[in-house]
Nanobody
Framework: QVQLVESGGGLVQPGGSLRLSCTAP????????EGWFRQAPGKEREGVAF????????YYADSVKGRFTISRDNAKNTIYLQMNSLKPDDTAVYYC??????????????????WGQGTQVTVSS
């Protein structure tokens, strides 16, 4: 069982930035796809940003394209989500996820079995 641990959430003003981190103690993150999801109150969990580890290609939801960047640091066994120009609509609990069965990038959360506990991001003035 892979346990993912997110950190870096918090309260930020509109227009501000945050960087989220995801690591997996005792496990090397190297499945085909690694991603970030978010879930706002009363809404379904949605895919935000994904990376295909084979070639480093990245994929983003339209709502965050140009503002969010997913990256990884192999030496630190960590996945990052850099979030810039944050908006109140970005307020949500953010989760990182991966799964060995996911061979191609998928925005469907039901396809992923390994999740972190989530980190709260609140964008408010």
């Amino acid at each position: 069982q892979v346990q993912l641990v997110e950190s870096g959430g918090g309260l930020v003003q509109p227009g501000g930035s945050l960087r989220l981190s995801c690591t997996a103690p005792g496990f090397t993150l190297n499945y085909y796809v690694e991603g970030w999801f978010r879930q706002a109150p009363g809404k379904e969990r949605e895919g935000v940003a994904f990376m295909a580890t084979s070639d480093g290609s990245t994929y983003y939801a339209d709502s965050v394209k140009g503002r969010f960047t997913i990256s990884r640091d192999n030496a630190k066994n960590t996945i990052y989500l850099q979030m810039n120009s944050l908006k109140p609509d970005d307020t949500a609990v953010y989760y990182c996820a991966t799964d060995p069965r996911v061979r191609y990038v998928s925005f469907d959360p039901s396809e992923y079995n390994y999740w972190g506990q989530g980190t709260q991001v609140t964008v408010s003035s």
